[in-house]
C-alpha cells in the first residue's frame, strides 16, 4: 500500500467505499490502478483509481453479483476482467470497460457457460483471456476479442491437448 501512496498516486488504503481491495494491475506509467474490493453486500466489486481524481467502481453485469478488473491498458483508459451477469443466472462474462462506453460483456465462445479477460493490448483494442468452448464440451479455450470480430478462440497447442490459457498480449 505505501509504496504507491508515496509516489503521490495515492493509497488503496483511501479506498473505503471497498474494503479489502486488491490492485491486480497497473498502468504503463503507473499513475493508474485497477482490481476489486468488496461492496456493501460483500461481493467483489472490481474499480478503476487514477489518484487524485479518486476512484470509479466500474459497475456490473445486469445486476450481476459481482465484478473482478485482471488487466488495464497502457494509458490506463481501458480495463478488462470478469463479472457475474445477471443475464445468464450469474454466470461469469469477461468484460471491457472504458469511461465511454463502460462496462460490455465480451460474450461466450460458441454457447460456452463462462469467460474471463486477463490482458487487454496497450491501446486497449485487443482484449485475451479464457472462456469455456461450448463446441468443445465447455473445455477452456484462450481467446481474443476485438470490437470487429468479437471472441475468437485461439484453439490448443498441440492435438490432443484439452484447454489453453491466455494471460497477456
Known sequence: HDSWAQSGA???NAINALP????????GDGSV????GNDVFGNSAAFRSNGPNGVSVL????????????AISYEGAVVAGAAQDGAAANAYRAFRWTQAGGIISLGVLNGGNSSF??????NGNVIVGVAADGAAF??????????SNGMVSLGV??????SSWARAV
Open 117 to 122: 479477460a486477463y490482458g487487454t493490448s496497450g
Open 33 to 36: 490502478l485497477a482490481g476489486y
Open 59 to 70: 459497475g456490473k453485469l445486469n445486476g450481476g453479483a459481482s465484478s473482478n478488473a485482471y
Open 138 to 147: 465447455n473445455a477452456y479455450r484462450a481467446f481474443r476479442w476485438t470490437a
Open 10 to 12: 495515492g493509497s488503496l
Open 20 to 27: 479489502n481491495s486488491i490492485a491486480t494491475a497497473v498502468s
Open 157 to 162: 497447442l498441440n492435438p490432443g491437448d484439452t
